[in-house]
């Protein structure tokens, strides 16, 4: 169980896989592939075995890998919240235990961007792989589900550690960052965080993973009251609800 590493996989124009492995065993587990053959001269590199692919939502710049890695890899399992290419699946859902050979994954259902959409928890790694529901700044855009949903799944975070490793499906905090910039002018909590974003994109060309407590401090997406936003809440008598579907609308059009 120890010893697991996250492998971040550049895929499509911004998307992101990722790989987990760990250096006492060849098993290894994939999360949201996109494009296999960015993801099997990886596994053929590091000499891994393909045990696990795990989806956290039908949309199909998480799942257009899949077919291509079972061709190499036919007896990886496949976890799935809902049908896929009519593949044979282990169907999961909120509460579900993913024991791998890996790690220990605990399944939150968090619907709002898709109405399948999951979250992979993983307490003893502090992992946390949130496909589209959360990103670094900002949240999913709600294409199935209510505002009312999205909002109380993103607070289902709120309740989560905050030593948490946040991995998100795409990497969009640069917009994310524009756009509470032009909301928010002149605001000391954002100028910080931008200094941190900006030197993480720098050091690594990537701003993930990112940690959950920071994010509960600058992402008014995720906790409305938040210190970066909290008087323009209360200035604007808005409700957590409220202010919630004000940002995801603003940023819809942004
Ligand atoms: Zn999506």
Redesign the pocket.
Known sequence: MKNTSVKIINQLNDNYSYLLFSNTSPSSLVIDPAEHNKILPILEKKKLKLDYILIT?H?I??TSGVLGLLKEYPEAQIYSPSELFSLKIKKISDGDIIKTSLNEFQVLSAPG??LDHIVLLDKKNRFLFV??VLFRLGC?RVFEGSIEQMHSTLNKFLDLSDEMLVYC?HEYTLNNLKFLESLFKQNEILEKTKKQILEDLKLKNKSIPFILGDEKRSNPFLNPDCEMTSKFKKNNNYSNLEFFRYLREKKDNF
Do not use: A, E, I, S
């Open positions: 939502h949309h710049d998480h961007h898709t496909g589209d999913g499906g």
